[in-house]
């Protein structure tokens, strides 16, 4: 069973970095077919995914965030980093960390509890 923990700052000012860490337990990040996500969820709205990290250390994100948006890796200390810049108020929301993987008959989608960024002055 992976376990996901997300953390990082809850309160961020406009303009700023976000810096969010996913530590991972009971599974390892660099495991064939899986693909670490950052999700997040603004108040009220959707889930809205941000990109991914896969297990090979390809880079995918969503166009609408690629240009601010960074997702790194660090194998020994099995954790996958979110880093997002120039944020704004509208980048308030839950930050999620998933873990996906399928093959075959077999599919894994594991998620973490969650974290809260409020970027407000």
């Known amino acids: 069973q992976v376990q996901l923990q997300e953390s990082g700052p809850g309160l961020v000012k406009p303009s700023q970095t976000l810096s969010l860490t996913c530590t991972v337990d009971?599974?390892?990040?660099?495991?064939?077919?899986?693909?670490w996500s950052w999700i997040r969820q603004p108040p009220g709205k959707g889930l809205e995914w941000i990109g991914y990290?896969?297990?090979?250390?390809?880079?995918y994100y969503s166009p609408s965030l690629r240009s601010r948006t960074s997702i790194s890796r660090d194998n020994a200390k099995n954790t996958v980093y979110l880093q997002m810049n120039s944020l704004k108020p509208e980048d308030t929301a839950v930050y999620y960390c998933?873990?996906?993987?399928?093959?075959?008959?077999?599919?894994?989608?594991?998620w973490g509890q969650g974290t809260q960024v409020t970027v407000s002055s």
């Open positions: 990290k896969s297990y090979s250390g390809s880079t």
């Open positions: 998933n873990a996906y993987a399928a093959w075959g008959s077999f599919e894994y989608d594991y």
């Open positions: 009971g599974g390892s990040i660099t495991t064939n077919y899986y693909y």
